[in-house]
């Protein structure tokens, strides 16, 4: 069981960062949409530091959805979902493979835009870091949540909008969570006090994950 999903695992690892290299275009669009903020408003740092935590919370919802939105479409057309399962591979190894390779994919994305867009929020180096972890922290939460819609649509015939209707508000409420850590680390500069936060987030991972491990057959018939 654990051989197919290693072998699982690095198969959509593999195909995520050297075939479809979705996380490239999602890079750019994230660096762009972050960094385009800062030359349409006033360029007081004070009023950058406000605007960065909304600006860098709706890109990552909106990065994170795109980027997982259609990660069972390809599967289901190639017929390689119902390869799996006959195979013996149950469902909540393929979602724990896929969600493998998001947390990855997402988790390189971020590190590539949270330090380069700070720097037209003239946030430091080390600052930008601790927003950063404090992010990646949480990307195993709403990966999971985002691939649990994508779930969904495929069973729904890819009626994407009741997924998301579905999936919102547990993105949302894990984003609030990021931002007020995020929030304490850019007032105090203090990792700890933003970890506490982070906390309830790793906790309802830890609670959302196997959930959805033991309904994912039940999801995809």
């Not at 198969?11 to 669009?29: D, T």
């Not at 013996?88 to 998001?102: T, V």
């Not at 946030?123 to 990966?143: C, N, Q, Y």
Request: hydrophobic residues 55%.
């Amino acid at each position: 069981m654990s051989s197919k999903l290693l072998s699982l695992s690095l198969y959509e690892i593999k195909r995520s960062l050297c075939y479809n290299m979705n996380w490239i275009s999602a890079a750019i669009f994230l660096i762009i949409n972050i960094s385009l903020f800062p030359f349409t408003i006033d360029p007081r740092p004070e009023l950058l530091h406000q605007l960065f935590l909304s600006v860098v919370i709706t890109s990552i919802l909106l990065g994170i959805v795109i980027m997982t939105n259609h990660i069972f479409e390809e599967d289901v057309s190639d017929g390689s979902l119902n390869q799996y399962i006959v195979f013996g591979i149950p469902m909540y190894q393929i979602f724990l493979a896929k969600l493998l390779a998001a947390v990855i994919e997402f988790s390189l994305v971020l590190s590539m835009v949270i330090p380069t867009a700070s720097i037209f929020y003239y946030f430091t180096l080390s600052k930008s870091l601790k927003i950063l972890l404090v992010i990646i922290l949480s990307t195993p939460l709403f990966a999971s949540i985002s691939i649990f819609g994508s779930m969904i649509a495929v069973n729904l015939r890819k009626n994407i909008a009741f997924s998301l209707l579905l999936i919102f508000p547990l993105l949302i409420s894990s984003l609030i969570i990021i931002s007020l850590a995020a929030e304490k680390i850019i007032l105090t500069d203090n990792f700890e006090e933003g970890f506490l936060y982070i906390q309830i987030n790793i906790g309802m991972s830890l609670i959302i994950i196997p959930v959805i491990c033991l309904i994912s057959k039940y999801i995809y018939k």
